[in-house]
């Protein structure tokens, strides 16, 4: 029997309409004559899906019983029984109820498939197993059901729903996705727009990646090696050389002018990793390629051009871009043909673009020949020449007959090698024409004379000379490598040690007048700043040489020790230049300390004394006038009078004491000295509390409590508190008629208090500006206090370890978000000691 086809709606996120797409195509091709009926929907009480399902057939779901609840799961035998020529199976990764033939949806589609019908069916992206640790990076909420990548990649077709996240919050706003208790808690934590946006980019890319997977197995099952030109691919060559640059962004105007082109960049290295000559250009270039939005690579080989073609075939790439050799032309001539020509050779149907650049064709010059060999090295080279030649000669006068002259002639190169690769060039020359008048006098006839009779002994003269100069400047060269490759590891050593010195925690200044001394070998360092020495490490002796470095304007580096190469008085430079920006930093920090602390002080006095000249004046004001009012001999009051005034009073009192407890309380606030004692408490216990304190009800607020809501950890008096306050301000905003609405959630070991109103709202430029002191909405209410409720609120928020946020109302309006851990959480993560009841406590915060 011939297997079903599966047909997967793939979606970045619930409610992009995966299931309305696939009732949609399960009824298109029903009109057009396929037997189809619906296995499984799930429609979530979605008007617009649910109508998608009228005029399509059925199939009545199986009841399961498990431990008394009646569960209903997809009826797998009645959908085979029925057997339509295609099946419509909703939520692919669905886990079934216990007590069904299998424990997996998709294997319950497996089996539909294994009977020659067709499915279509759904998935989120955040349910493929391989994408399951990422998903919940981004978006914090674990994912329990999952389906093996080897399942949905079996799949004949692969379709993404795809919908753009502003539109998808806005259906989601709209009451399409979730019902209305729920809309705000989405909106805030899985439905945040970053999420969206990450989640429909990780589906994109994964789906990229399987027609990119599809389309090489195409290639390679019908032998196909030649690029296809699906889009532009631009591979750049990279040297380390300084016409990088040039190269990479020739490339880059390339891939652009292509329209969504992709640009690569690739460097071959040797086994060894020693190709780079200029290993700080490199990474200078592959910081270009990030900004230019390529991609950088880097592989082995020892064949340059084979590396660069086959890296190019193996990325599908349609454009090659190398540069102009910075070879001389006589080096080219007599070198043969370079990376370039081979590679256009062997690069077929790419494209391969030769940039010209300011380095290319290099001069020819002789090398110097001053080595890079130690004295030693060079002593050691003439001593091997006058041991070595006696040696050879006594050796080969023991043996000498007229058959050795060849032997005797290679013995002595031999010599002459041995020596240039020990001492370099003037050893190597010394040895070649000592061993070259020894071979004549003692071999060469007429014997025991230094007479050159024959021009071919002049010519082996020569030879000799030229080996010599030839092997010693490859060992010159060598050793000159080798010294800068050490040279170059200790600097960055160095550097490394100095940075990794810093972000362990030690003094940046200290750490790097320390690794000064040890990385030069000096006896001392001091640096002085403004006369003054701050630091130093060691101890110089008298017989020390002293250098001054300048670091900026006010500060001096003494070193004590030996005279510094210049070499390394160019690093010194490096080291001079970061102790220059330490200090500088240093100071910065210094006055931000000094100046933040006067600049927050003055600004509280000043709203203090506002505060004290005018909001307290009133309430004052008015208690003093009604007691002045009651004790006046004058007037005569009746009762009734004399109670109102009385009732003033006693209203204007408690207001003077509400707004001094507020000043005290944001004082302590600011001033970092709140006293915190956090515990393990649910959301009911500050709510109602808050509910009583203001004296209202059901018919002032909505109350959507989450369903198994976990503890949270907070201080309950500084937690209701903010309650009390955020209620209030909800309410003295919400339009007349309307009820304030409270709801509480869990999401990624946070729990959620929201408050929300359907008011006027604030503007998204001016919410940090409601949580400042002393600030009320438009500045235009001088009845309702002093503006200090928000301030209060989010610092007793914070004070216990939480947030709080605006956010805007779904329909307009304000929402107050107040964030707290999970009390479980908080214990795993070691932010309480103990945490057995509720009568455990943290360490008071301040």
Do not use: C
């Not at 197995?217 to 016409?243: C, F, K, M, N, Q």
């Amino acid at each position: 029997m011939k297997r079903g086809r599966l047909r997967v709606l793939l979606g970045a996120a619930p409610g992009v309409g995966k299931t309305y797409t696939m009732l949609e195509e399960g009824g298109r091709l029903r009109d057009e004559g396929t037997d189809v009926v619906v296995a499984v929907v799930e429609t979530h009480g979605r008007a617009a899906t649910t109508a998608m399902t009228e005029g399509l057939e059925i199939v009545p779901r199986a009841v399961v019983t498990h431990r008394g609840v009646e569960l209903t799961e997809m009826d797998v035998d009645a959908v085979l029984a029925r057997r339509p020529d295609l099946a419509l199976v909703d939520e692919l990764a669905h886990t079934n109820a216990p007590g069904t033939a299998h424990e997996k949806r998709w294997q319950d589609v497996q089996t539909i498939l294994d009977a020659g019908i067709d499915v279509i069916s759904t998935v989120n992206i955040q349910h493929i197993e391989s994408l399951n640790d990422v998903v919940q990076k981004i978006t914090g909420a674990p994912q329990r059901e999952t389906i093996p990548d080897h399942v949905l990649r079996s799949a004949e077709q692969i379709e993404v729903v795809d919908l753009a996240p502003e539109a998808l919050r806005d259906r989601l706003a709209g009451g399409r996705v979730y019902p209305a208790e729920r809309i705000d808690a989405a909106l805030s934590n899985y439905f945040r727009l970053g999420n969206l946006t990450a989640l429909r980019e990780l589906a994109l890319l994964w789906l990229a990646d399987e027609v990119d997977s599809a389309l090489k197995l195409y290639r390679t099952d019908h032998g196909i090696d030649s690029a296809w030109e699906a889009r532009e691919r631009v591979v750049v060559t990279l040297t380390g050389g300084p016409e990088g640059e040039t190269l990479l962004r020739r490339g880059a105007r390339i891939a652009a002018r292509s329209g969504g082109g992709e640009l690569l960049a690739v460097h071959v290295t040797s086994q060894d990793g020693l190709r780079v000559a200029r290993p700080e250009a490199l990474a200078q270039q592959r910081a270009l390629v990030e900004k230019l939005g390529g991609s950088f690579h880097q592989v082995v080989g020892s064949d340059v051009p084979r590396a660069l073609v086959d890296f190019a075939r193996s990325v599908d790439a349609t454009q090659l871009v190398i540069g102009v050799s910075r070879r001389s032309r006589l080096v080219a001539a007599l070198t043969g043909p370079g990376i370039g020509s081979t590679v256009t050779r062997e690069a077929g149907s790419i494209d391969v673009h030769i940039v010209n650049h300011e380095a290319a064709g290099g001069r020819f010059s002789l090398p110097r020949l001053g080595g890079a060999l130690t004295m030693k090295r060079r002593i050691a080279g003439f001593v091997l020449a006058l041991v070595g030649g006696p040696l050879v000669t006594l050796a080969l006068t023991a043996l000498r007959s007229e058959e050795t002259i060849t032997s005797d002639v290679l013995s002595y190169q031999l010599l002459v090698i041995i020596v240039a690769l020990v001492g370099g060039i003037w050893p190597a020359l010394f040895a070649a024409l000592l061993s070259g008048l020894t071979l004549d006098f003692f071999f060469v006839a007429p014997l025991h004379t230094v007479t050159i009779a024959d021009p071919l002994h002049l010519f082996a003269l020569g030879l000799y000379l030229v080996n010599a100069v030839l092997v010693s400047y490859v060992v010159d060269q060598a050793a000159r490598r080798s010294r800068t490759a050490r040279r170059a590891a200790a600097e960055s050593e160095l550097l490394a040690t100095v940075s990794g010195s810093v972000l362990r925690g030690e003094g940046a200044l200290q750490a790097l007048v320390s690794r000064t001394r040890e990385a030069f070998g000096l006896t001392g360092v001091r640096l002085v700043v403004d006369g003054t020495t701050t630091h130093k490490d060691g101890e110089p002796t008298p017989d020390d040489t002293a250098t001054a470095v300048p670091v900026g304007e006010r500060a001096v580096l003494e070193l004590h020790g030996a005279d510094l190469a210049a070499s390394e008085r160019r690093l010194l430079t490096v080291i001079a230049t970061q102790i220059e920006a330490a200090i500088e930093h240093g100071y910065l920090l210094q006055t931000a300390r000094e100046v933040g602390p006067l600049t927050k002080t003055d600004r509280m006095r000043s709203a203090l004394l506002s505060a004290l000249s005018h909001d307290l004046r009133r309430p004052l004001a008015a208690a003093t006038a009604a007691v002045s009012g009651v004790r006046s001999p004058d007037i005569r009051w009746s009762d009734a009078d004399r109670e109102e005034l009385l009732a003033t009073a006693e209203e204007s009192l408690a207001t003077l004491a509400s707004l001094i407890t507020d000043l005290l309380d944001v004082s302590r606030v600011e001033a970092g000295v709140l006293a915190v004692a956090v515990t393990r408490i649910d959301a009911e216990d500050v709510i109602l509390p808050a509910f009583d304190e203001l004296g209202i009800g059901p018919a002032d607020v909505a109350l959507h409590l989450g369903a198994d809501l976990p503890p949270m950890l907070a201080d309950p008096g500084l937690l209701t508190r903010v309650v009390v306050n955020l209620l209030d301000n909800a309410r003295r905003y919400a339009p007349p008629g309307t009820r304030v609405r409270i709801s509480t959630s869990a999401f990624g070991g946070i729990v959620e208090i929201r408050i929300a109103d359907h008011g006027p709202g604030v503007a998204p430029e001016r919410r940090d500006e409601i949580f400042a002191a002393f600030q009320r909405l438009g500045d235009t209410d001088n009845l309702t206090g002093l503006g200090l409720g928000l301030a209060i609120a989010k610092g007793f928020t914070e004070g216990m370890g939480g947030t709080l946020e605006a956010e805007d109302t779904p329909g307009g309006g304000l929402t107050m978000v107040v964030a707290l851990p999970m009390a479980e959480v908080a214990k795993a993560e070691g932010r309480v000691a103990d945490m057995p009841g509720a009568d455990a406590r943290a360490v008071p915060r301040s």
